[in-house]
Nanobody
């Protein structure tokens, strides 16, 4: 059974940094893609970053490239999202997700490609 539990959300001023962590278990052997999504209030959920657990490749939304870094510590089963240079438009509920994906194809940043979700962690960036 896949379990995903986020932590590390909070409030920060624009330009600041936060690191989100996701304690992930049960996804090895079932999910090639794990990643982060976010959903601002009243808007659709959007992909932020993902990592291919077999190939090690990383994928980012254009809006966060150069500011956010996704990484995973396989031995600890923890997925991280380091967020630097935060902007007010980064304010959202952030979700950790795992999707089956494919051993030979890139991960997608579309929500429909991920079947397992954490409960979310709120990130608020003030100007």
């Amino acid at each position: 059974q896949v379990q995903l539990v986020e932590s590390g959300g909070g409030s920060v001023q624009a330009g600041g940094s936060l690191t989100l962590a996701c304690a992930a278990s049960g996804y090895t052997g079932t999910s090639y893609c794990i990643g982060w999504f976010r959903q601002p209030t009243g808007k659709e959920r959007e992909g932020v970053a993902a990592i291919h657990t077999f190939r090690g490749s990383t994928y980012y939304a254009d809006s966060v490239k150069g500011r956010f870094t996704i990484s995973n510590a396989n031995a600890k089963g923890t997925l991280y999202l380091q967020m630097n240079g935060l902007k007010p438009e980064d304010t959202a509920m952030y979700y950790c997700a795992a999707g089956q994906g494919s051993a030979w194809l890139p991960c997608s940043l579309t929500a429909s490609s991920f079947g397992y979700w954490g409960q979310g962690a709120q990130v608020t960036v003030s100007s």
